[in-house]
């Protein structure tokens, strides 16, 4: 994370380098309010965040057999993008349950693939559709702790990033070598968003995500959890040599749990437009290029550049599968290190959504080179097939 100005107030609220690094005490998530709150069943036992009741996954339930004997899988309705009950003769056949609580149908696995389009894809995700309901906000992806506080309670003072997370090898840890390799963002309990050029010729085995963390260099923080990993997913369409798809998916071995430093950032509505916006990039990379790395999280904010401005800076091919943002007076920008993590945008109902992964750069924070960042909405039905869609 690169930024200009430097080191001024150190009460709580952390300001490094220009970034501004807020920290939450972690004993305000301790008090009984918070504790309830945590306690209650949306919280603690939802491996995906729905935000009301009626609340339905795009999901492949159980396995069964469709319309013309095709392989399918039981899925509400609503998510069938062929209606299965019209034009069958036995309606009744294709009718399967849900978890014991709703009736579904046996929705064919190639249209239902195949035939997924947008809207429909971004149900799937804590992000869905209804899920960006203004009213309900105490739930749900991509809220800082601070709204998430229930009223009366005592609120962490300040915003934190409670889905940023660090991968890294143990083995650097252990010999005091840069702490963490790349960052990432958790979308659900189980799996990590990053860049696909972060996970070249590293194996599952090799790399830990740890999840809660703030400071590096403060070992007796208990808020940290560090997870193994079970699967890494590259973007099967990744080149090295341009950085196209540089998208990832990391899959844990155990779903973590959400508290108040960890929690999923929602995935980006689909074709907003983002230029000449403001949007947040954190990170514990290098602080400017070459330079050492933070131990401690480090934020800045950049303006979105517009793409045709963007392409016409760079010999290399930037498409509309990028997006471009840093200070276009130089010197706010991510660097190494900060590769995998989310450029965060919050929409006009508070909600953060990752709307980038950041990917490349020609040096850090120099003047007409922003960042290139992957485009997240551009890959959300590759997120699902590959996250939830893949259970
Ligand atoms: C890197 O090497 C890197 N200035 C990441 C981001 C940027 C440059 C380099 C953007 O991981």
């Not at 249209?111 to 309900?136: F, N, R, T």
């Not at 998916?249 to 000449?276: A, G, H, M, R």
Request: charge should be negative; glycine fraction near 10%.
């Amino acid at each position: 994370m690169q930024s200009t100005v430097f080191l001024l107030v150190l009460i709580n609220v952390f300001i490094f380098t220009g970034t501004i690094v807020i920290r939450t005490d972690p004993q305000t998530a301790q008090n009984d309010l918070d504790r309830d709150f945590w306690n209650r069943d949306h919280v603690r036992r939802k491996r995906y965040l729905g935000l009301n009741k009626k609340f339905k996954l795009n999901k492949r339930y159980q396995e069964c057999v469709g319309p013309g004997d095709a392989k399918g899988h039981c899925k509400h309705l609503t998510f069938c993008p062929i209606d299965v009950l019209t034009g069958t003769r036995n309606t009744l056949e294709y009718l399967c349950v849900i978890e014991k609580t709703f009736v579904g149908v046996c929705c064919p696995d190639d249209v239902a693939l195949g035939g997924m389009i947008g809207s429909q894809l971004i149900m799937d995700l804590p992000a869905g559709g209804e899920d960006y309901d203004i009213k309900d906000n105490l739930t749900g992806c991509g809220v800082p702790s601070e709204a998430r506080a229930i009223p009366g309670g005592v609120a962490p003072r300040v915003q934190e990033w409670p889905w940023l997370a660090a991968l890294f090898r143990p083995q650097d840890l252990a010999e005091g070598l840069e702490q963490q390799f790349c960052g990432g963002a958790v979308i659900t309990d189980l799996h990590i968003l990053t860049a696909a050029h972060c996970l070249q010729g590293v194996s599952a085995q090799e790399i830990r995500v740890r999840l809660g963390e703030y400071d590096f260099s403060k070992s007796n923080e208990t808020r940290f959890r560090d997870h193994a990993v079970a699967e890494i997913i590259n973007h099967e369409d990744f080149v090295s040599g341009t950085y196209e798809n540089d998208i990832a998916v990391v899959k844990l071995t155990q779903p973590t749990t959400f508290n108040s430093y960890i929690w999923p950032i929602c995935l980006p509505p689909i074709d907003l437009n983002y230029e000449n916006e403001n949007a947040i990039v954190a990170g514990w990379g290098k602080q400017y290029f070459a330079g050492p790395e933070s131990e401690v999280l480090l934020q800045i904010t950049v303006p979105i550049w517009e793409l045709s401005k963007c392409s016409q800076s760079f010999l290399q091919r930037i498409t509309d599968s990028n997006i471009c943002a840093g200070a276009y007076e130089g010197g706010k920008d991510s660097c190494q290190g900060d590769s995998g993590g989310p450029l965060m945008y919050q929409l006009e109902n508070g909600r953060w959504v990752a709307i980038g992964v950041v990917s490349w750069g020609i040096g850090c924070g120099d003047k007409g080179n922003p960042g290139i960042y992957t485009r997240v909405d551009k890959f959300i039905p590759w997120i699902i097939k590959n996250t939830i869609a893949k259970e």
